[in-house]
């Protein structure tokens, strides 16, 4: 990220997108691999807790269960429900998981740098867990059913039906995985901006800026960043939860049996 | 005040970001109330305030896409 035009130019200039945009092939820069970082961090960790496992769990052990166990009880039971739910915990456990330990990143010094906010990282968990959930419902119900699943609210009176069933069409197939990756990457994107804005607008109103109020204003300013650094551990957690939380309401909605 | 060039994307959103905020701050008070009312519910009310919270939120998500967007 430049940062350097704060003491190259007389006046403070705003941080903002562009400081997230690299030059160059996005698949060769920190944010892809700190990607691939981020799966093989996962990947390690359910390998190492799940290795050497026995009746009554080491330490290790106990860590990867009670990971595996909150997502599965916490998220999969209570919303795919008890029919289905082991079928798709692994999967939610690994989007929990792996969403989870790449924003970890963004707060992580010397990596700092969230991957999913690069809003094109998020797009791609998002077709994948659309085409997740849409293939599910279809392998349930046929293509024709699923469609009817989908879009045909139940009891609804058959006169308001032309009107309803292109706006649940719109919500369900087109709008979700929009929403669902525009949140991940907006939520990302705007804490990472808060915590440059923070620290760059600190050093340059503690070292820079001439005035009668800048040095308690720069300091005031460093503080709000550590609260916003405090705020995003909150959302980084939050964030990884949700993704789990809508990718199961998505899958229990497409294997809902007809309304 | 200084006065400086820019657009308004950023006001704008700013005041399309108040009915999201309105709209999590009732589904939190409905959460707390509910608790506070039946703590056994707590595990129940939790996933539906947080799916309620983050489908509240997407008004608030797509304004934020639309501002840098347009």
Known sequence: MRHGFVLANPGFEAPGPVNFISSGNVLLWKSSFLLLFGGLVVIGFFLATSRRAGVVPNKLQFAGESAYGWVRDSVARDIIGEHDYLRYTPLLVSIFSFVLVNNVFGIVPLLQFAPFSRVSFAYGMAIMIWVIYNGVGIARHGFVKYLKVQTVPAGVPAIILPLMVPLEFLSNIIVRPITLSLRLFANMFAGHLLLILFATGGSYLLFHAEGPFTVPAGILSFVMGILVGFLECVVIVLQAYVFTLLTATYISGALAAEH | ?70
Do not use: D, K
Request: net charge neutral; proline share 4%.
């Open chain 2, 1 to 70: 005040m200084a006065s400086g060039t820019g657009t308004l994307n950023m006001v704008g959103y700013g005041l399309s970001a108040i009915g999201p905020g309105i709209g999590i701050g009732l589904i939190f008070a409905a959460y707390i109330n509910g608790t506070a009312r039946q703590p056994e519910m707590q595990s129940r009310l939790q996933p539906i305030a947080i799916l309620g919270f983050a489908l509240a939120e997407a008004l608030a998500i797509i304004g934020i896409a639309l501002a840098f967007a347009l």
